[in-house]
């Protein structure tokens, strides 16, 4: 089947209007979780291609102008960025630093009139050591005038992240109905069990049930994606795989979940294979791509 599908993947220009209106399809089905996820650095690349940093600065810009198509709620949209060093480089950008291969970044978020706030409160000391945690609460951020919420790529400190968005989630959205928009939160690594559960109980996809696990109380956002995943909807989605059969994965909501075959330049060719229903990224791999590439 050619790729000519209405729902396929589009060049660099048009991937966050597509983006845009599969959100905006999937809130208007009152979905209370939409994720939005492509690659940040270029739509061929996978995750890791680039540098963490500078992925995540690519993505701020991306977020920026995914955010143009919400404009007329940007008064009671609030965007929660990772920690308030990313929020504060979204407001004031930052310097280049070749030691630290991080690139110069112009301030992209100086003029929001988004409302913003952050997940995590890092402390430059304790940072240092891969201590992140501290007595601060985003749900305080959110005032009585929200009514969406998007979280920015929360990927680089999961285990915090993740678990501050449960909170949101909990503690204030679900009583209020009010939708929160994933946005790069790189969240296959979840699905996928990248997090194991004994090490990752607040966030792995099930708890871990050996006798040396975590006890509950301890560690009350276990239920993320247990809880989270089945009243998601995945609104835009491209995962590319690479190697002898290069493909992509490819979701816009509300069409169907299609793999894609790529050329040697990269481009879409055709249609291989579509479901209603989200594959696991090792089902792509081991068992749908081997079957349909011919």
């Given at each position: 089947t050619a790729a000519t599908n209405r729902h396929q993947q589009q060049p660099p220009t048009a991937t966050n209007r597509q983006a845009q209106e599969a959100a905006k399809a999937a809130l208007k089905d009152g979905a209370p979780m939409v994720e939005v996820e492509f690659p940040s650095t270029s739509l061929s690349a996978v995750s890791g291609d680039g540098e963490g940093q500078n992925e995540m600065n690519a993505s701020m810009g991306f977020l920026r102008q995914f955010l143009t198509g919400f404009r007329s709620r940007a008064a009671t949209t609030r965007v929660f960025f990772p920690d308030n060093v990313e929020l504060a480089v979204a407001q004031r950008?930052?310097?280049?630093?070749?030691?630290?291969?991080?690139?110069p970044l112009e301030p992209q978020f100086a003029d929001a009139t988004f409302q913003l706030g952050y997940l995590t409160q890092q402390n430059a000391a304790w940072a240092m050591f891969g201590f992140y945690k501290s007595g601060f609460d985003p749900v305080q951020m959110i005032k009585d005038?929200?009514?969406?919420?998007?979280?920015?790529?929360?990927?680089?400190?999961?285990r915090e992240e993740l678990s501050a968005v449960y909170e949101l989630h909990d503690k204030v959205a679900r009583a209020r109905g009010?939708?929160?928009?994933?946005?790069?939160?790189?969240?296959?690594?979840?699905?996928?069990?990248?997090?194991?559960?004994?090490?990752?109980?607040?966030?792995?996809?099930d708890r871990c049930a050996c006798a040396h696990a975590p006890s509950p109380s301890h560690f009350p956002l276990h239920q993320f994606g247990r809880e989270l995943f089945p009243t998601m909807i995945t609104a835009y989605y491209i995962h590319n795989f690479k190697g002898t059969r290069p493909a992509t994965l490819f979701r816009c909501y509300p069409g169907p979940w299609?793999?894609?075959?790529?050329?040697?330049?990269?481009?879409?060719?055709?249609?291989?294979?579509?479901?209603?229903?989200?594959?696991?990224?090792?089902?792509?791999?081991?068992?749908?791509?081997?079957?349909?590439?011919r």
């Amino acid at each position: 089947t050619a790729a000519t599908n209405r729902h396929q993947q589009q060049p660099p220009t048009a991937t966050n209007r597509q983006a845009q209106e599969a959100a905006k399809a999937a809130l208007k089905d009152g979905a209370p979780m939409v994720e939005v996820e492509f690659p940040s650095t270029s739509l061929s690349a996978v995750s890791g291609d680039g540098e963490g940093q500078n992925e995540m600065n690519a993505s701020m810009g991306f977020l920026r102008q995914f955010l143009t198509g919400f404009r007329s709620r940007a008064a009671t949209t609030r965007v929660f960025f990772p920690d308030n060093v990313e929020l504060a480089v979204a407001q004031r950008g930052q310097t280049e630093d070749p030691a630290a291969g991080r690139k110069p970044l112009e301030p992209q978020f100086a003029d929001a009139t988004f409302q913003l706030g952050y997940l995590t409160q890092q402390n430059a000391a304790w940072a240092m050591f891969g201590f992140y945690k501290s007595g601060f609460d985003p749900v305080q951020m959110i005032k009585d005038t929200d009514d969406l919420l998007v979280i920015a790529y929360p990927s680089f400190n999961p285990r915090e992240e993740l678990s501050a968005v449960y909170e949101l989630h909990d503690k204030v959205a679900r009583a209020r109905g009010m939708p929160i928009i994933m946005f790069n939160g790189e969240l296959d690594r979840v699905r996928g069990g990248y997090y194991a559960s004994l090490f990752f109980p607040e966030i792995a996809k099930d708890r871990c049930a050996c006798a040396h696990a975590p006890s509950p109380s301890h560690f009350p956002l276990h239920q993320f994606g247990r809880e989270l995943f089945p009243t998601m909807i995945t609104a835009y989605y491209i995962h590319n795989f690479k190697g002898t059969r290069p493909a992509t994965l490819f979701r816009c909501y509300p069409g169907p979940w299609q793999l894609l075959r790529r050329d040697r330049q990269g481009n879409v060719a055709d249609v291989l294979w579509s479901s209603e229903k989200m594959p696991s990224l090792k089902e792509v791999a081991l068992e749908i791509l081997p079957a349909v590439w011919r």
